[in-house]
């Protein structure tokens, strides 16, 4: 066979970004090609002009097997979006997108990588028109949208394809084998080896972040070769339609079927995802969202490799800190971004009824939760101001969750309306503050169960090591994407490490300054683990990328 195929030239330019990439996720230091500032982009005065005109509008994609159109996205902000979709006849796209394959994994893992590459460059110089797309389906607020929706997104992306490049070329593309024999002729063989796609991949998006949840699958499977089916969030479709747009217009660009990669936007109420999940021809799906449907594709879609994020219930132990202050403002913030609608935000505060010490002397249970209220009302007190961190409730569910957890126990800090001057319609709601007992079974079901908005338990313990015991049962029970801790105790650290380590939950110790518990950073940070409920993988190691290809040897005598 011959060596790896000539790099596509018009893609060549991406050959030192993919170096670096893999770089970065060997040293695990912070690198990112892609800037998060408004400023670095060109795009920025015509991105909402560019926005409004698709507003209204059929968004025709030139995708096989159409049968019809579809839509109805609803800005969170209050704004009709009113674009049309492709309806996809499965029977006619699945097949279609199938017969682009064998040229793709032929291109070999370089080509494939780097027109990823392309396709995120073209993706990147379009971040702030991206930007709105997001903020209209999400809720996020614009600056969220921009960074999360756009550069962030982006490099997970990226971080996604140098995983998968690593790991394709792991195993060298030929060998020669020689075996010695004695007095006898050597053994020798020429083998040769592929990194062969599994088939089609689906993507099923979620609404509160699609492109940032969706990136990590599309390019990881791409870039391994297969192509790509996104069964958009059916109130979060426009972002994941101009990244289909925009990937088919490079591979055509770069002498590839388009098909690669096509948008299944869904009718109302058809439950597209579970007849795509079940298609023979989909044996890779990556699925963002609710527990109840990542368990039924981990059950029923056994044809092919699933990788989930589902819920969890994301806790901070509350032991003792040196920074009292800075402990309340870093807590304070991750609480209220992007209200509460982020998979890593915490939910339970475990806190000794005792109280614990600080800086600023010792401090009780109650005086700790009504600090920490009054951190979150300084910092929500403005409403410009609390309109940028909170954006608007992504949904009605979300804010019947946060109108019902008033009635669980006693409030600490009441949720308040926060009005939008530009968007009037926006339903914006600061984060509630719930005091539980963890020693009374009646509070345990709502604490233990994830409430997913902008809702706080402080939950008062008997003790650390109660909180401790909690924290393992919490996890090991309900999954937990993040685990917060403060302790000036260095054995209390090591008793939450312990249970980290062993649940297999991502731990963030003492954070009182500009990095929150609810932030991760691609190329070095993990987002999940793939080791307890919450999530059964990992954005990104090498097991995310690793089991959507396989190496098939042929071997010839010399």
Known sequence: ??????????????????????????????????????????????????????????????????DGWTGGEVSPYGIELGVEYPHPDVDALLPAMKAAMPAWREAGPQNRALVCLEILARLNARTTELAHTVMHTSGQAFMMAFQAGGPHAQDRGLEAVAYAYAEQTRTPRTAEWVKPQGKRDPLALSK???????????????????????????????????????????????????????????????GFDPNLVCLAAERPGEGLAKTLALRPEVRIIDYTGSTAFGDWLEENARQAQVFTEKAGVNTVVVDSTDDYKGMLSNLAFSL???????????????????????????????????DLSAAVGGLLGDDARANALLGALVNPEVKARLEAAASLGEVALPSREVPNPDFPD??????????????????????????????????????TE???????????????????????????ERQIEEVCLEEAAQLSLNLTGGVYVNQTAAFSDFHGSGGNPAANAALCDGAFVASRFRVIEVRRPV
């Open 192 to 254: 040769d080896f592929t990194a062969v796609p599994r088939g089609i991949a689906l993507v099923i998006g979620c609404n509160t972040f699609p492109t940032w949840n969706g990136y990590p699958g599309l390019f990881a499977s791409l870039a391994t070769g297969n192509a790509v089916v996104v069964k958009p969030h059916p109130r979060a479709v426009l972002p994941l339609a101009l990244t289909v747009g925009i990937a088919r217009e490079v591979l055509a660009d770069s």
């Open 336 to 370: 209220s971004l992007y209200s509460g609608q982020m998979c890593t935000t915490p939910q339970n505060l475990l806190i000794p009824r005792d109280g614990i010490a600080t800086d600023d002397g010792h401090k009780g249970f109650d005086e700790v939760v009504g």
């Open 426 to 463: 926006a339903v914006v709601r600061t984060p509630v503050i719930v005091k539980l007992d963890g020693a009374k079974p009646d509070d345990e079901a709502a604490y233990m169960s994830e409430c997913f908005g902008p809702v706080a338990f402080a939950v008062a313990m008997d003790s």
């Open 1 to 66: 066979m011959a060596a790896e195929p000539t790099a596509v030239p018009s893609v060549e330019k991406h050959r030192e970004t993919l170096d670096k990439a893999l770089e970065a996720i060997r040293t695990r230091e912070y690198w990112s090609p892609y800037p998060e500032h408004p400023k670095a982009y060109a795009d920025g005065e015509t991105a909402q002009a560019a926005f409004d005109a698709l507003r209204g509008t059929r968004f025709d994609l030139d995708q096989p097997g159409t």
């Open 466 to 492: 109660d909180s401790v015991d909690l924290l393992r049962r919490t996890v090991r029970d309900k999954g937990a994407m993040t685990v917060g801790a403060y302790t000036t105790s260095e054995e209390v």
